[in-house]
Each structure stands twice: as structure tokens, then as C-alpha cells.
């Protein structure tokens, strides 16, 4: 059994930039593809960005790409989510995801296990 607890969501202006944690606890971490999503109000939760068990493959979303990184600590056993030049639009709750096999996936009913998600407010 994985948990997950995100952290260092907040309030930032346009522009700047932040980095989430995902830190996980359980078996082996390297066994587990982890993926970012994140859900704004009135909207269903969406795809941000997925790395591979052996962190040799990421993927991004079109609305992220080139501006979010996620990179991940074997040691620390915790997955993050670099964001720069946050937008308005990228206000939501992010959250961390598990997924027991290494590979990737952009689909949320591919992940196992769910982080209780961390508030991202970019405004000015």
C-alpha cells in the first residue's frame, strides 16, 4: 500500500514560479510510474504531467510543456512538480498520483493511489 502527501501549494502571482512535493511512503518507489493532476472548481481533474518508475520517461500535458518539470528523489522517495511562469489558468487543486507499474500513463483511472491534493492560487 502507497500513501502520498503533497505539500507547497499556495498563493502566487503571474509569473512566478513553484514547486510541489509528492512524498510517498510504502514499497519499493522505484516500482511506481507518479503523475501530477490537478481539477479547477466546476471542472473535471485533468492530465499535468506523468515520470516513469526509473525516471528515465516524463510526459506533459500541451497546456504545461515548457513551462512545468517533474523530477523525482529516490532517496527522499518523493516525486515533484517544478512550475514556472504560472498562469491564472493554472489555479487548482494538484494532485499526486501513484501507479504500480512503472510505466506511464496520461489517464487517471490508470493510477492507484491518490495524494489528498494541495491548492494552487495564481493571481495578482
Known amino acids: 500500500q502507497v500513501q502520498l502527501a503533497e505539500s507547497g501549494g499556495g498563493l502566487v502571482q503571474p509569473g512566478d514560479s513553484l514547486r510541489l512535493s509528492c512524498a510517498a511512503s510504502?514499497?519499493?518507489?522505484?516500482?511506481?510510474?507518479m503523475g501530477w493532476f490537478r481539477q479547477a472548481p466546476g471542472k473535471e481533474r485533468e492530465f499535468v504531467g506523468t515520470?516513469?518508475?526509473?525516471?528515465?520517461?516524463?510526459s506533459y500535458a500541451d497546456s504545461v510543456k515548457g513551462r512545468f518539470t517533474i523530477s523525482r528523489d529516490y532517496a527522499k522517495n518523493t516525486v515533484y512538480l517544478q512550475m514556472n511562469s504560472l498562469k491564472p489558468e493554472d489555479t487548482a487543486v494538484y494532485y499526486c498520483?501513484?501507479?504500480?507499474?512503472?510505466?506511464?500513463?496520461?489517464?487517471?483511472?490508470?493510477?492507484?493511489?491518490w495524494g489528498q491534493g494541495t491548492q494552487v492560487t495564481v493571481s495578482s
Open positions: 498520483a501513484g501507479r504500480a507499474t512503472r510505466f506511464t500513463s496520461p489517464n487517471l483511472r490508470d493510477y492507484d493511489y
Open positions: 510504502g514499497p519499493t518507489f522505484s516500482n511506481y510510474a
Open positions: 515520470v516513469s518508475g526509473r525516471g528515465g520517461t516524463t
